[in-house]
């Protein structure tokens, strides 16, 4: 057994012992490793229900060759490698375990200007979920021909939207509005060259390697929800009553008492596929090698930055981005075409775009880093250098984190204080239950009269259990977390009136 192992067993072992508590909300685990130890965000009631396994998947990840920095979310549960709600940071290396492989999973936000009274109709609102399922299909494998009305995306168009992202022309060829590119974290990625050329090469080899052998049919998958905890979701917006969060309210878009449609996916098949061949590939390297995975973990299998190995899986996480932000875009303009048929004279614009699955390289603490967010919400408050020229220089851009329908979700903006955090925030509510303790041990008719209690209506038939606000930690909880450790101030309560989702497994 190395040191880190001895150390992380010794740790885990004891964990709540150890901590050392900054704050209401501020929580540290110290390392003997460096003077840096594990940053925690929660309440006591948040830290006391944390998982040994997290935890322990939390110092593995933190001792880890080359990670300077671990944050640990409230909404941070057991993953694969590193915990889902973390935030790794390396200037050296490149870890995909923290990425997933649902390459850049995402939500986003579209602001209608319907008034919230028009959805009390029941009908009207089963008319609306027909006309978005006409358009936008959900589940593992579906695509555009599971559905009349979608787009038209054959390979050559995937090859260009992989490799450019929400470009100009893309855009136009999908009928997106081209300034919604504007409001997106990131519009396109690059290869670590920052160029087109050296993404387009390595989509043409492995094409013709015979890597992605099901490109045509995953890029038909564009405009679509996958499974498990992907959904669109139908929201009345509940402005702050903070008249300073009103007025960044304005700034992000949001309009009181008007309908907007919440949506959670990623990169769909074309990710999966990109991100499962890398996995394979590196961890071949390592066996073949005679490297040690760090803490014996596979999932923490990593490349040092400046090799080939981190250079082809920065492209392919480039790919798979581009593909998950085109994706996003679309949905939204399926949904504002749903509404307008529906309801004439539906007018929309994207409020934001914001990824929870992905590895950015950002300035932390005077440094240009690696910041691997695995189920965790970039948070950059007002006048930070990277919000320069953006729409949300002066206010920090759009929060967005789901919860779950019967208890609502929020939009935030980040605080001076998520400097602490690596800039960063939790990603959602995070799971309480694990998918195989729910189906097991919720019912279905409670889930399901629960729902309807809060007169919230589905497209499902049986509202999935593993999907079920019960296998969801407090979100009150979480969001008093954030709140109480200084990092972001809420300015937007979403209140769901439908949803849009699958019961089959999911992509991530």
């Not at 399926?334 to 048929?341: G, I, N, P, R, T």
Request: glycine fraction near 8%; aromatic fraction near 6%; charged fraction near 25%.
């Amino acid at each position: 057994m190395s040191d880190n192992q001895r150390q992380s067993e010794n740790l885990t072992a004891g964990f709540k012992s150890v901590l050392e508590r900054q704050s209401d909300a501020l929580t540290t685990l110290p390392l003997s490793v460096d003077d840096k130890p594990i940053t925690v965000i929660g309440t006591q009631r948040i830290v006391d229900g944390f998982d040994e396994n997290c935890l322990k998947q939390a110092v593995n990840s933190r001792l880890a060759p080359g990670v300077t920095d671990l944050v640990l979310n409230p909404d941070a549960h057991l993953g694969y490698g590193a915990p889902v709600g973390c935030v790794m940071v390396s200037p050296t290396h490149i870890y995909p375990g923290p990425v997933g492989v649902d390459i850049k999973c995402s939500m986003s936000l579209l602001q209608t200007n319907v008034p919230a009274e028009d959805l009390n109709d029941r009908k009207l609102r089963r008319e609306l979920i027909k006309a978005i399922c006409q358009r936008i299909p959900t589940g593992p494998g579906k695509g555009q021909r599971d559905v009349p009305k979608s787009r038209n995306v054959d390979e050559r168009l995937g090859f260009e939207l992989a490799t450019t992202g929400a470009s100009k022309n893309v855009l136009r060829k999908l009928g997106i509005p081209s300034d919604w590119a504007t409001r997106c974290e990131d519009a396109y990625h690059r290869a670590p060259d920052d160029s087109i050329d050296s993404l387009a090469g390595r989509l043409e080899r492995l094409l013709q390697q015979q890597k992605l052998r099901r490109f045509p049919v995953q890029a038909r998958q564009l405009g679509s929800y996958g499974g498990g905890n992907h959904f669109g979701e139908c929201e009345t917006v509940s402005l702050s009553d903070d008249p300073q969060m009103r007025e960044v309210a304005n700034v992000f878009g949001l309009c009181d008492g008007k309908i907007a449609f919440l949506s959670h996916c990623g990169s769909r098949g074309f990710g999966h596929s990109l991100a499962s061949g890398q996995f394979k590939v590196l961890k071949a390297g390592f066996k073949k090698s005679g490297r040690a995975f760090p803490a014996g973990d596979s999932d923490l299998v990593y490349a040092e930055i400046g090799t080939p190995e981190a250079f082809n899986y920065l492209c392919d996480m480039a790919l798979g981005a581009n593909f998950a932000t085109v994706n996003h875009l679309l949905i939204n303009q399926l949904v504002l075409e749903a509404f307008e048929q529906v309801l004439p004279g539906t007018q929309g614009h994207l409020v934001y775009f914001i990824s929870h699955n992905i590895a950015r390289q950002e300035r932390i603490s005077g440094e240009l880093q690696w910041v691997h967010r695995k189920g965790a919400t970039r948070a950059l408050p007002a006048e930070h250098p990277a919000l320069a020229r953006t729409p949300f220089a002066q206010t920090g851009h759009p929060i967005l984190l789901p919860g779950n329908p019967r208890d609502g979700s929020v939009v935030m903006v980040a605080l001076d204080g998520a400097c602490r955090s690596a800039f960063s925030v939790n990603h959602g509510a995070g799971r309480a239950m694990s998918r195989r303790g729910a189906k097991r041990d919720l019912n279905q008719s409670e889930i399901d009269r629960d729902l309807e209690a809060h007169d919230i209506l589905s497209n499902c038939r049986q509202y999935p259990r593993d999907e079920a606000p019960a296998a969801y930690k407090d979100f009150e909880e979480v969001l008093q977390s954030v709140k109480v450790a200084g990092l972001a101030a809420e300015v937007a309560r979403l209140r769901a009136r439908f949803v849009i989702k699958d019961g089959s497994d999911p992509d991530d």
